[in-house]
């Protein structure tokens, strides 16, 4: 069932090319107090990363569930109505994606992708970053 109203949906719309949203300042203040150093949007590489490790050569996307695809998510789930309109607009998103995270690591980036619904599992989420970040360069 499509369980949105009609203006959260349009406030998803306008949050789709967003850049400060909800779940990345989350995921920014984790990272802070891990201590990791990081900057953010970077325009010159593939994609604009939402946040980069310099350092620890990493890249890391936040992806919203419902406009990245997220698969098996209860956020990723079209709505009823146009569905072949947004099936094909979230596919171009995927794709998208995935030439994105093609092109950063033949330029020897590590990439990640930290979405919505993981963000908001606080321990799962601090666990991956560690484990992401701890590998050898
Ligand atoms: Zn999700």
């Excluded at 995270?101 to 963000?119: K, M, P």
């Excluded at 606080?122 to 590998?135: D, P």
Aim: proline letters at 5%; aromatic letters at 8%; glycine letters at 4%.
């Amino acid at each position: 069932m499509d369980t949105l109203s009609p203006s959260e949906r349009s406030a998803r719309m306008a949050s789709v090319h967003s850049t400060d949203t909800e779940p990345e300042r989350k995921l920014r203040s984790l990272l802070h107090k891990l201590g990791y150093r990081f900057t953010l949007h970077r325009r010159d590489l593939p994609g604009s990363p939402d946040i980069v490790l310099p350092k620890y050569s990493c890249v890391i996307f936040v992806h919203g569930c419902y406009w990245h695809g997220h698969s098996r998510c209860k956020a990723g789930v079209l709505p009823k109505s146009n569905i072949a309109f947004w099936r094909r607009k979230i596919q171009m998103n995927k794709k998208r994606d995935k030439r994105v995270e093609t092109a950063l690591r033949h330029a020897g980036w590590r990439v990640l992708v930290a979405w919505e619904c993981q963000i908001r599992e606080l321990e799962h989420i601090t666990a991956r970053l560690r484990f992401f970040l701890s590998k050898p360069l």
